[in-house]
């Protein structure tokens, strides 16, 4: 099976749904057509701008530059979990936390996955190791951005519950254990729903992308079970850390609960 | 027995403070709202960030950890708060005769905290604090919410800690009548200064 290509009136024509639903957030005075559009101008050019870094590096499959790439969708992501934090920490640990701990999940996992179980010769290849890590870092930042959220919001709102314990003689990790809990369950539940879902009432994105490009459909099967479970377990570790890292910069040295630490983006 | 020291002690709105209180001695503390009182107390608990050195006796805060400093000096804030729904799920042991002097009995375990009015919390927020055997106590107005009878119950079993463990004592209250029954020593907070008073 060949794949059929899409010219560029083909995906003018997708375009034209996503403008005429600006249209309707028009109409409906939703007031979100702004957003809808920049996000999918975004979209394009960052996807096409892509598909042509991917060109080159697949012909000049240099390390230094595959590293470069890697790096620069590591802080991109990092900047993401911050701007979806409403209350971020001030300072290099609002982009840091998030970072340091998709950093240590999402990398860690992928080459865990590289080496250990597809077995790429090098584990380098472009091919695999930027999908691979894309779809880790895509997937854990979420789960991150959820959690490290959850985590600042309920120690804003129960301040009188850490510290009330903190006076009684509690240390800092008993005082915010259970608003730890709470904050890495919540990042964990996407995922955990995703892989409840997946095949059954969604098709992931992956396989379908697997199985237009001609690939046998089992075999893209059990690509997308191994992603679903790498994402899991990335998503997973990486939230543990980002909350660890968190809950431990809400503290100072004397074990104070310092939520002058965070900053209010409204 | 235990008492407490301060020296070159620094808050955000008060000058420098240097202060004993002997161990059993109580001090009141008081000075119009947004003056720094609780802002003193929090400090000396080591909740906030302060300059100077504080002392239980001969050691200093920064000697020990600070669960450990803030065991032993107790903090009572004015207002409580609750980690869990329950009451019983906040004490290790209920059948402390603590409990029955201040006005509650065994049945009070099973409360839930939402439905507690204003003075059952902070007596029992008191209960919490005692019963955490602290060396010092820092009460910031343990009797507002408190009717006559109850602020009278609290007031004579603070009364009886002091006594009975040699602590140190200080207690913020705007009622002159209580400062006069429950301190020994009266200060007042005046243009971010610890004035002692003098009363005739």
Same mark, same amino acid.
């Given at each position: ?266 | ?31 119009? @709202?947004?003056?720094? $009182?609780? +802002? /003193?107390?929090? =400090?000396?608990?080591? #909740?906030?960030?302060? !300059? ?26 004015a207002e409580s708060f609750w980690w869990a729904n329950r009451v019983g799920d906040h004490f290790t042991d209920m059948q402390d005769p603590l409990i029955s002097d201040l006005g509650f009995d065994q049945a009070c375990q099973s409360w839930e905290i939402t439905?507690? @009015?204003?003075?059952? $919390?902070? +007596? /029992?927020?008191? =209960?919490?604090?005692? #019963?955490?055997?602290? !060396? ?65």
């Amino acid at each position: 099976m060949e794949l059929i290509q899409l010219s560029a009136f083909d995906l003018a024509l997708a375009a034209c749904l996503v403008i005429a639903l600006a249209g309707l957030s028009v109409a409906l005075s939703l007031g979100i057509e702004r957003k809808l559009l920049i996000a999918a101008t975004r979209t394009v050019v960052q996807l096409t701008l892509l598909g042509l870094v991917l060109k080159v590096l697949f012909v000049q499959s240099h390390p230094l530059l595959i590293s470069l790439l890697a790096l620069f969708m590591l802080l991109v992501a990092g900047y993401e979990v911050m701007a979806r934090q409403q209350r971020r920490f001030a300072g290099i640990w609002g982009m840091g936390v998030g970072t340091l701990s998709m950093f240590i999940s999402s990398f860690s996992v992928t080459l865990l996955a590289l080496n250990l179980i597809i077995q790429v010769e090098p584990w380098y290849s472009v091919q695999y190791l930027i999908p691979l890590l894309g779809m880790l870092l895509g997937n854990t930042m979420s789960g991150i951005a959820i959690a490290l959220d959850n985590l600042t919001h309920n120690a804003w709102q129960q301040r009188g519950q850490i510290e009330a314990r903190l006076m009684l003689g509690h240390a800092w990790q008993t005082a915010i254990q259970e608003i730890r809990r709470t904050a890495l369950r919540s990042g964990l539940i996407p995922i955990i729903n995703a892989m409840a879902a997946a095949g059954v009432v969604s098709l992931p994105g992956m396989m379908t992308g697997q199985i237009l490009a001609g690939s046998p459909p089992f075999e893209a099967a059990k690509y997308q079970i191994l992603i679903m479970l790498l994402i899991a377990a990335g998503t997973g570790f990486g939230a543990t850390a980002a909350v660890w890292i968190g809950s431990r910069r809400l503290f100072d040295e004397r074990q104070r609960l310092r939520l002058d630490r965070l900053q209010d983006t409204g | 027995m235990a008492s407490l020291r301060l020296e070159a002690f620094e808050t955000p709105l008060l000058e420098p403070i240097d202060l004993q209180v002997a161990d059993g001695e109580c001090i009141s503390l008081s000075g119009p @709202s947004g003056c720094g $009182k609780t +802002r /003193l107390l929090r =400090a000396i608990a080591d #909740l906030d960030p302060h !300059q100077g050195e504080a002392f239980i006796d001969d050691s200093p805060q920064s000697s020990m950890s600070a669960p450990t400093w803030r065991s032993r000096v107790g903090l009572l804030p004015a207002e409580s708060f609750w980690w869990a729904n329950r009451v019983g799920d906040h004490f290790t042991d209920m059948q402390d005769p603590l409990i029955s002097d201040l006005g509650f009995d065994q049945a009070c375990q099973s409360w839930e905290i939402t439905r507690l @009015s204003s003075g059952e $919390k902070q +007596r /029992l927020s008191l =209960a919490r604090l005692l #019963l955490n055997r602290p !060396q010092i106590l820092l009460l910031d107005e343990p009797t507002a919410n408190l009717d006559q009878s109850n602020s009278t119950r609290v007031e004579s079993r603070i009364e009886a800690w002091r006594r009975r463990h040699r602590s140190a004592v200080i207690w913020v209250t705007h009622d002159q009548a209580q400062q006069a029954r429950v301190a020994n020593r009266h200060f007042q907070i005046k243009a971010g200064k610890l004035q002692e008073q003098v009363w005739n």
